[in-house]
C-alpha cells in the first residue's frame, strides 16, 4: 500500500530525515519509534504533505501513486488520515459541519455520491455510538474548548467516519491519562481491518500495549536505524534510545 | 442558530457563476435629463406630487450641498465624482401608473427578481417574509400589505408614506440624519427618489420580518433610497435590507440614508446583506457606496441592533451608528466586512452615549484579500451625563494574502468616570495549521479558507435572521474566489 | 503662510547671531529650511486628524520671545534628579536653554561615551555631527520640528561608542521658568548608539515658579545594530508651561529602543514618539504613564512604523485623570508592506477620578503585510470600587486607599521599565504624586525621597 523509498525531508533547509525506507501492506500495523526530535512527526508531516515540508530526495508510493505532488486534500482523499499530535482549534465551525464537509469531500474525490445531511447524520450517529462519544461534542466549534482526551477521541472520529486506507497516528497518547489512552485505543482497535493500514508514531512503549504493532521500526537521526516484530518495543523500553542514537554515529 | 453552510458543491457552483447578479434587465425607463440643478430637485420633488414642505426642505439641501466639502478623512482613493455625469431620476415606466398586484407588474422586472432570488410571488407563501422591492428608484410591489396593515403596521414606499402619513414623515425625516451632517446625506436629502418607510405603532410587535431589495439597474443612475423606520413605544420590528448591482464598467454612485427611530421600551433590529458589483478583477468599475445609516434610541429602555454584511462595492463608506439617548437604552453593531480585489472599505460605527445606564456592543470582523484595503472606524463617546454607560468592542481582522491592508482606526471618548469603555482589536494572518488541518482532512483550500473565515465571523451571522444567514455564509465563500494562491 | 508663525520667527534675525553653529554653512542651510517649512505649514490646527483632540490656544493667547543667555541666569539653587542620593551619576543641565557646566556632572562619563552641548559638538567633531544631526527628525508635514530645527539653542549631543556598555543612568536635565515674562526654548538633543553599545538616559523636564514659557523640543536618536538604549523621561513642567516634545528614532537590526515617558505636569503638554524598526530583530517598548489634575492637557502620540520582517514592539500606557484635567493617547502602529512575522501590542487604559476630566483615545493599527500578529486594547473608567471597599474594609482609609489603587494602577506600565533603579525612583514618583500633593515646580523640595532636589 505504501513505499517509502530514500526519503529526504527538508525543514527550513535543514534536513530531518535522511532517507527513510518503509513499506507497508494492507492490514499491517507498523510502529515508529524514537527519540524526541528524531524526525517521527516529521515524517507524519510529509506523507500528508504539509508546506514547509519539503523532500528532497526519494519517493513515496502510495497504492502505486507518486504521492508527493499531490495536495494535501487530494492525498486525505486517496485516503491517508493524519491523526494530529495536537489537533488545531477551529473557532466558529461546529464539528459537524467540518465532519460533513470533510466526508463530502473524499466522497468526491472517491467518485461516490455525495451524502444529504440525513444520510450524514445516521452514519455520524453510528460512529459516535459505537466510539461512545458524546452528541454534544458534534455540535461544539472543533476542538475548541475539548480536553486533551476529547481531542483525541475526537480524532478517532473523524477517522471513523471518513474511513482511510492509511491511518497515521501521530503521538496519539501525548497528553492522556491512561483511562483516556484506552478508551482512544480500543477506538483505533475497533477500525482494524484487512483493508486498512496504520502507522503509530510514538515515543513510549505503552501505547503499544493497547494499539499491538506488526511491524516497530526505530527512527533516530533522520534515519530507520532498526527494524523488528512487537519485542522490538519492549527491548526499547528497557534499553532506552541512547543505544541506537549511538548507533547512528 | 446558524443554518450549516451549503456544501463546498454548491459553494463551488456558485463561485464558478463569478458575479451571479451581473446581468442587465431590458425594459424602457423614464428618466430625467442628466445631471443635477434645481430643476432636477424639482422634478423629482414634482414627479412624487410632494407637498411644497418637502420641496422646500429637498431644495434647502441642495444648496447647502453646494457649499459642503467632500469628507476627506477616509483612508479609500477613488476618482472624484462628477456629480452632472449622473441620471438622478430613472422609473421603470410601467410604474407611473402603479400595478396593483404582481399580475400588473412588467414580466421581465418578475423575472429579475427571481433571478435574485427572491420571486415575489413564492414570497407570500413562504416564511411570512413580506418585501417592498426598490426597481432602480421606484418601488413596484409591496406584498403583505393587508396582513401588516391589520395590526396597525405602515410599511410602503417613503413617497407613499409622504401622501398616507405627512405629519409622521414631517416629524421624523431627517430629524436622526439632518441633511447638513455629511455631503453624501445632504445630497441624498436634496434627490432621493425612493425607500422603504415603517411605522410599527404603540404595543405592536411587528409579525414577520421586513424585507426590502436594492438594486441599481439603469446606466449612470446613482441610487438615492431613503428608508425611515419609527417603532413607537412597546414595539419591536426586524427589518432585512439586501443589495445587488449589475456589471457596469463605470462607478456607480449610490448614496442612501436610513433613519431609525425607537421610543420607550421599543426596538429596531435592521440587518444589510450588501452585495452591490464590487468591479472586476481589475479593479474597473463598481458601486460607490457612501451610506449613512443612523439610529436613534430615543426612549429609555429601547434598543437598537445593526447587522451588516459587507461584500460588494468599490468602495464603502459606511458607519452605522446609535445614538443613545434613553436611559437604559442599547445599541449594537455586528458586522463582516469582506474586500477582495481592488476593493476599499472604511466603515465601522458611532455609539454616542447620552443616558444614563446605556449600553453598547460592538463585534467587527474585516477580512481583506487580493489587493484590498479596508479600514474599520469607530467612535465610543461617553457623554457627561452617561452614568454607568458601558461598551464593550472586539474588532478582528483577518489577512488573506501580503497585497491588501487592514486598518483598526478607533476613537474612544469618555467624559464621564462612570462609563466604562472596553475595547479590544487584533489583526493576523489566516491560520495555516487551520487551513492545513482542514486539508488534511480532504477539504479544498478555497473551501477551507470559507470555512475557517465563516468561523471567524460566526458571531455576527448568528445574529442574522435564518433566510440571510444561508445568503451571507454563501456570499462570504464567493466574494473570496480567487483569493488563495 | 500665518500670522502666528510671525510670532516665533519675528526675532528670528537678531536672535540668529546667538544661536549654536551661526555662520556654518551647513546649519545654516538647515535652519533656513525649518524656517521656511515652518511659515509654509503654520503651527498645527485641529483641522489637521493627529492634532483632533489637542488645540495650542496656550501658543496662541501668549506671546513668546526666544530665552536669552540672560533667561539662563536665573536662580537654581536645587536640581531636578531621580537620583538625588548619588552625586556621581553623570548629567548635563540647561537652565532655560542655556548650559549650566557649574551644575553639570560630566567628569565621571565612562569611556567611549561623550556627551555635549549642541555648541559643544561643534567643536568636537564637527563632521560626525554634521552627518547625524536632522538624519531622523523630518521637517515635512512636522512644522513643530520645523521650528525647532530653525530655532534650536540648547540640548545634549549624546554618543556611545561601539561595544561600550554603561549601567549607570545619564541624565539630561532642563529647567525652566522664573524668567522676565514668557519665553521659549529648543532643545535639540542627539543620542547616537553605535553598533553593540548599551546605555541608560533620563531626559527631566522641570519648570520653576508659575509663569508661562514655551518647549519646543526635538529628540533625534539612532540606536544601530545590537545596541540598546534606555530612554527614560519625566515631565514635569509647571501648571503654565506649554511642552510639546517630539522624538525620532531609528532602529537597527537587532538592537532595543525602550523608552519610558512619565508625565505629571504642564498646561499642555504633548509627548510624540516616531519609531521606526528598520532592522529585522529590532524591538521597541514605547511606554509610558501620566497623572493630571487641575486643568492640565496631556497628550502622548505615538508611532511606531514596522519596516522589515521580524521586528517587535510592546506600548503600554496607563493614566490617572483628577478634577478637569484632560488627556489625548493616540496610538498608531504601522506595519509596511513586507514586514512579515511583525509581533505588535498596544495596551492604553485610563482611569478618571473627576466627573470632569476627559480621555479621548485613539488606538490605530494600520496593516500591509498578512503574516503579523498585532493587537491593541484600551479602556476607561474608574477606581474599581469593589477593591477600594474591600482595603477600606480592612481599616485603610478611603484617601490612602485610594492612591494604593492609583499606584497599582499605573505599576502596570512602570513595569515596563527594565532598569531596575529607574523603576524604583519612578515608582517613588507616582507614591507621591497619588498622595495627593500638589506637584508645582517650587514645590518639589518638598516631595518624598527619591525626588528631590540637591
Known amino acids: 500500500m505504501l513505499h517509502i523509498k530514500g526519503l529526504h525531508v527538508s525543514v527550513d533547509d535543514t534536513e530531518i530525515l535522511k532517507g527513510i525506507d518503509l513499506i507497508i501492506k494492507s492490514g499491517e500495523t507498523h510502529a515508529i519509534m524514537g527519540p524526541n526530535g528524531s524526525g517521527k512527526s516529521t515524517l507524519g508531516y510529509a506523507l500528508a504533505g504539509r508546506d514547509g515540508y519539503e523532500v528532497t530526495r526519494g519517493e513515496i508510493l502510495f497504492k502505486d501513486h507518486d504521492l508527493i505532488e499531490m495536495s494535501p486534500e487530494d492525498r486525505a482523499g486517496a485516503g491517508i488520515f493524519l491523526a494530529f499530535q495536537y489537533p488545531v482549534e477551529i473557532p466558529g465551525v461546529p464539528n459537524t459541519t467540518f465532519l460533513k464537509e470533510a466526508l463530502n469531500s473524499v466522497r468526491r474525490y472517491r467518485g461516490e455520491e455525495e451524502l444529504d445531511a440525513m444520510e450524514f447524520v445516521k452514519i455520524v450517529r453510528e460512529k459516535t455510538k459505537e466510539l461512545g462519544i458524546p452528541d454534544d461534542m458534534l455540535k461544539r466549534p472543533v476542538n475548541v474548548g475539548f480536553s486533551g482526551g476529547e481531542k483525541k477521541r475526537n480524532e478517532v472520529l473523524q477517522m471513523a467516519v471518513l474511513n482511510p486506507a492509511l491511518a497515521i497516528l501521530d503521538e496519539t497518547d501525548s497528553g492522556l491519562d491512561i483511562d483516556a489512552l484506552k478508551v482512544v485505543a480500543n477506538g483505533v482497535n475497533t477500525l482494524r481491518s484487512p483493508e486498512r493500514a496504520t502507522l503509530v508514531i510514538t515515543h513510549y512503549q505503552r501505547l503499544l500495549e493497547h494499539i499491538v504493532p506488526d511491524f516497530v521500526h526505530v527512527l533516530a537521526k533522520g534515519k530507520i536505524q532498526c527494524s523488528g516484530g512487537k519485542e522490538l518495543a519492549l527491548e526499547l523500553e528497557e534499553k532506552g534510545y541512547a543505544e541506537f542514537a549511538q548507533a547512528a554515529e | 442558530m446558524v443554518a450549516t453552510p451549503d456544501t463546498a458543491a454548491q459553494v463551488r457552483e456558485m463561485t464558478d457563476e463569478k458575479y451571479k447578479y451581473g446581468f442587465v434587465t431590458d425594459i424602457e425607463v423614464e428618466t430625467a435629463p442628466k445631471g443635477l440643478n434645481e430643476d432636477i430637485v424639482r422634478f423629482i420633488s414634482k414627479k412624487k406630487n410632494e407637498p411644497s414642505w418637502l420641496l422646500d426642505w429637498r431644495l434647502k439641501a441642495y444648496r447647502h450641498w453646494l457649499k459642503m466639502p467632500e469628507p476627506a478623512w477616509q483612508k479609500p482613493n477613488f476618482p472624484a465624482i462628477d456629480y452632472q455625469d449622473s441620471f438622478y431620476y430613472s422609473a421603470p415606466k410601467s410604474a407611473a401608473d402603479k400595478p396593483q398586484s404582481l399580475d400588473e407588474v412588467d414580466p421581465e422586472l418578475l423575472k429579475t427578481y427571481e433571478k435574485l432570488g427572491i420571486p415575489l410571488r413564492e414570497q407570500e407563501m ?360 | 503662510m500665518n500670522s502666528n508663525t510671525d510670532t516665533f520667527l519675528s526675532d528670528y534675525e537678531a536672535v540668529y547671531p546667538g544661536l549654536p553653529g551661526s555662520g556654518v554653512k551647513w546649519l545654516d542651510s538647515i535652519r533656513r529650511c525649518g524656517m521656511e517649512e515652518f511659515r509654509a505649514q503654520g503651527l498645527p490646527t485641529g483641522r489637521t486628524e493627529d492634532w483632533k483632540y489637542t488645540r495650542l490656544r496656550s501658543l496662541e493667547d501668549t506671546i513668546f520671545r526666544p530665552a536669552t543667555l540672560e533667561d539662563g541666569e536665573v536662580d537654581v539653587n536645587q536640581l531636578p534628579t531621580l537620583f538625588s542620593g548619588d552625586s556621581m551619576v553623570p548629567r548635563i543641565v540647561f537652565v532655560n536653554g542655556c548650559l549650566k557646566t557649574e551644575f553639570s556632572c560630566m567628569d565621571n562619563l565612562p569611556d567611549g561615551v561623550t556627551v555635549d552641548s549642541l555648541r559643544g559638538a561643534m567643536d568636537r567633531d564637527p563632521e560626525w555631527f554634521a552627518s547625524h544631526l536632522g538624519q531622523v527628525g523630518c521637517i515635512d508635514g512636522n512644522p513643530l520640528v520645523a521650528l525647532n530645527t530653525a530655532m534650536m539653542n540648547s540640548g545634549a549631543v549624546v554618543r556611545v561608542h561601539k561595544d561600550t556598555a554603561v549601567e549607570k543612568p545619564i541624565e539630561m536635565i532642563f529647567v525652566a521658568g522664573l524668567t522676565n515674562g514668557p519665553v521659549a526654548y529648543y532643545p535639540r538633543n542627539l543620542i547616537v548608539m553605535d553598533e553593540g553599545a548599551d546605555a541608560t538616559f533620563i531626559q527631566h523636564h522641570t519648570g520653576l515658579g508659575g509663569g508661562p514659557y514655551f518647549v519646543n523640543s526635538v529628540t533625534e536618536i539612532e540606536v544601530s545594530g545590537n545596541a540598546r538604549l534606555r530612554h527614560y523621561s519625566v515631565q514635569n513642567e509647571n501648571v503654565e508651561a506649554t511642552h510639546l516634545a517630539s522624538i525620532h528614532v531609528r532602529v537597527g537590526c537587532d538592537a532595543t529602543y525602550e523608552a519610558f515617558c512619565m508625565s505629571t505636569g504642564g498646561r499642555l503638554s504633548r509627548n510624540e514618539s516616531f519609531v521606526r524598526l528598520e532592522g529585522s530583530g529590532g524591538h521597541c517598548g514605547l511606554n509610558g504613564a501620566y497623572m493630571m489634575r487641575g486643568k492640565e492637557h496631556c497628550d502622548n502620540t505615538t508611532l511606531i512604523e514596522h519596516m522589515v520582517p521580524y521586528t517587535s514592539c510592546r506600548e503600554v500606557f496607563k493614566g490617572v485623570l483628577d478634577d478637569e484635567s484632560r488627556s489625548v493617547f493616540q496610538g498608531k502602529i504601522t506595519v509596511h508592506k513586507d514586514a512579515q512575522k511583525t509581533d505588535g501590542r498596544m495596551l492604553s487604559k485610563t482611569l478618571l477620578l473627576s466627573d470632569r476630566a476627559e480621555i479621548d483615545t485613539k488606538p490605530e493599527l494600520e496593516i500591509y503585510a498578512d503574516d503579523v500578529k498585532c493587537a491593541h486594547g484600551a479602556t476607561t473608567g474608574q477606581l474599581n470600587t469593589e477593591a477600594l471597599f474591600y482595603l477600606r474594609s480592612r481599616g485603610i482609609p478611603d484617601a490612602l486607599a485610594r492612591s494604593l489603587l492609583v499606584e497599582s494602577f499605573i505599576a502596570e506600565a512602570i513595569e515596563e521599565i527594565s532598569h531596575l533603579d529607574v523603576r524604583a525612583a519612578m515608582t517613588g514618583l507616582v507614591a507621591s504624586q497619588s498622595s495627593n500633593r500638589r506637584c508645582l515646580g517650587i514645590e518639589i523640595s518638598e516631595k518624598s525621597e527619591g525626588y528631590k532636589f540637591e
Not at chain 2, 149 to 174: K, M
Request: hydrophobic share 35%; net charge negative.
Open chain 2, 126 to 485: 413562504l416564511a411570512g417574509v413580506a418585501v417592498d422591492a426598490v426597481f432602480d428608484s421606484v418601488s413596484v410591489a409591496t406584498t403583505f400589505k393587508s396582513k401588516l396593515e391589520e395590526v396597525g403596521v405602515i410599511f410602503c414606499p417613503i413617497s407613499e408614506a409622504v401622501q398616507r402619513c405627512p405629519d409622521l414623515v414631517r416629524q421624523y425625516l431627517g430629524s436622526v440624519v439632518p441633511y447638513t451632517d455629511n455631503k453624501h446625506a445632504c445630497l441624498n436629502s436634496a434627490v432621493f427618489t425612493d425607500g422603504s418607510f415603517v411605522y410599527i405603532p404603540k404595543g405592536v410587535r411587528c409579525p414577520m420580518e421586513l424585507s426590502t431589495y436594492f438594486r441599481i439597474n439603469a446606466e449612470n443612475t446613482g441610487q438615492f433610497e431613503r428608508t425611515l423606520i419609527i417603532a413607537a413605544d412597546d414595539s419591536y420590528v426586524s427589518y432585512l435590507e439586501g443589495c445587488t448591482a449589475p456589471m457596469r464598467d463605470e462607478n456607480q454612485l449610490h448614496a442612501a440614508v436610513v433613519e431609525l427611530v425607537t421610543l420607550d421600551n421599543a426596538e429596531i433590529k435592521y440587518s444589510t446583506v450588501q452585495n452591490w458589483y464590487p468591479g472586476d478583477e481589475n479593479g474597473k468599475g463598481g458601486i460607490f457606496n457612501f451610506v449613512t445609516k443612523r439610529g436613534a434610541c430615543r426612549g429609555h429602555n429601547s434598543k437598537i441592533s445593526w447587522t451588516q454584511v459587507e461584500t460588494g462595492s468599490a468602495v464603502t463608506w459606511k458607519y452605522p451608528s446609535c445614538i443613545l439617548q434613553g436611559d437604559n437604552s442599547v445599541g449594537e453593531f455586528f458586522s463582516i466586512a469582506i474586500t477582495n480585489n481592488f476593493q476599499q472599505a472604511d466603515t465601522g460605527t458611532k455609539m454616542i452615549h447620552l443616558g444614563r445606564n446605556t449600553s453598547s456592543k460592538i463585534i467587527s470582523k474585516g477580512i481583506s484579500a487580493g489587493r484590498s484595503d479596508q479600514t474599520y472606524r469607530g467612535l465610543v463617546r461617553m457623554g457627561p451625563k452617561a452614568q454607568d454607560a458601558r461598551n464593550y468592542t472586539q474588532c478582528d481582522s483577518l489577512l488573506i494574502g501580503n497585497q491588501c491592508g487592514a486598518h483598526t482606526v478607533p476613537y474612544i471618548e469618555s467624559k464621564n468616570k462612570k462609563a466604562i469603555v472596553e475595547h479590544e482589536a487584533t489583526t493576523s494572518k489566516i491560520n495555516e495549521d487551520q487551513l492545513f488541518y482542514l486539508r488534511q482532512r480532504g477539504i479544498d483550500d478555497e473551501s477551507a479558507i470559507a470555512l475557517v473565515v465563516n468561523g471567524f465571523c460566526r458571531e455576527v451571522l448568528q445574529q442574522l435572521p435564518m433566510e440571510f444567514a444561508v445568503e451571507a455564509q454563501k456570499l462570504v465563500s464567493i466574494s473570496l474566489e480567487g483569493s488563495v494562491g
